[in-house]
Nanobody, 124 residues
Framework: QVQLVETGGGLVQAGGSLRLSCATSGRSFSDGAMGWFRQAPGKERDFVAA????????EYADSVKGRFTISRDNAKNTVYLQMNNLKPEDTAVYYC?????????????????WGQGTQVTVSS
């Protein structure tokens, strides 16, 4: 198991930016893929982005392509989500997740550890 703590959420106006961070501890961080998911009120949890164990492969939901960037720093055991040009429909609780696989895509069942989430609210 990996312990995950997300930070960086908040309230921002449409068109603004936020950077989420997810600090990890426990299982070796650099061995597995990492992902970000989000859940808006009354909706199911959706995939946002994933990054492979070495950072060389990434995947994004169509709704965030070109606006969000996932990255990782294995020396700091941290994964990031840079969010630019935010829209009101990006409002959600954002969750960081860790996988024991070196690479996985938008399959939340492949992630076995989850953070508690951080709220992102985008006002119009």
């Amino acid at each position: 198991q990996v312990q995950l703590v997300e930070t960086g959420g908040g309230l921002v106006q449409a068109g603004g930016s936020l950077r989420l961070s997810c600090a990890t501890s426990g299982r070796s961080f650099s061995d597995g893929a990492m992902g970000w998911f989000r859940q808006a009120p009354g909706k199911e949890r959706d995939f946002v982005a994933a990054i492979s164990w070495n950072g060389r492969s990434t995947e994004y939901a169509d709704s965030v392509k070109g606006r969000f960037t996932i990255s990782r720093d294995n020396a700091k055991n941290t994964v990031y989500l840079q969010m630019n040009n935010l829209k009101p429909e990006d409002t959600a609780v954002y969750y960081c997740a860790a996988s024991s696989y070196r690479w996985t895509g938008p399959r939340d069942n492949d992630f076995d550890s989850w953070g508690q989430g951080t709220q992102v609210t985008v006002s119009s």
